[in-house]
């Protein structure tokens, strides 16, 4: 590993979680480089965050799905990181050996609650005020090839207060996202260089 390790974003959407690594790594908060941002639209706000942060970026076009996967990756390989970063990345993707258990991935709920396909964004907050849950929270985990299942790093519990809409229970996850995923990512890259 280099010095200062390297991490690659994948983003789909507004890129807030991207922001918030562009902010921890720049503060020397996350003490790592990000070498790459990889899009799986053109358009989205969160590429117009990288190029205002000077990032390199590529847009990886979804069709034709079936060498989706294999175009991500060969695009991500260019970037020789260490670990890959999921930060609002929709889609599923299937892990190559290079890269197994090096891909992170940060969810908006206390998996294994409320996760799986079509579990993402505001239907996560909706379906935990409809349960009647007291807790909700942040999950960080090593991404796999089903969604939402892999290894658990750590997560971070939030309250839900009886008044909370999506959108107030929204902006606490976040807030708590916005220290658990650095954490996360610290922690791994301090295990990968130990065990290297
Ligand atoms: C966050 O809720 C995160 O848990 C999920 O995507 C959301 C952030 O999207 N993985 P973005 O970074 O604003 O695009």
Known sequence: MDAIPRLTVLISGSGSTLQNLIERTASGDLPASIVGVVASRAGIFGLARAERAGLRAAIVERKPQETFSERVFATIRETAPDL??????????????????????????????????????????????????????????FADNTYDTGPIVLRREVPVWADDTPDTLSLRVQAAECEAYPAAIRRILSELRHSR
């Open 84 to 141: 890959v970063i999921l930060a609002g990345w929709l889609h599923l993707l299937t892990i190559p050996p290079d890269f197994e258990n090096r891909v992170l991935n940060i969810h908006p709920s206390l998996l294994p609650a409320f996760g799986g396909a079509g579990m993402y964004g505001r239907r996560v907050h909706e379906a935990v005020l409809a349960s009647g849950a007291t807790v909700s929270g942040c999950t960080v985990h």
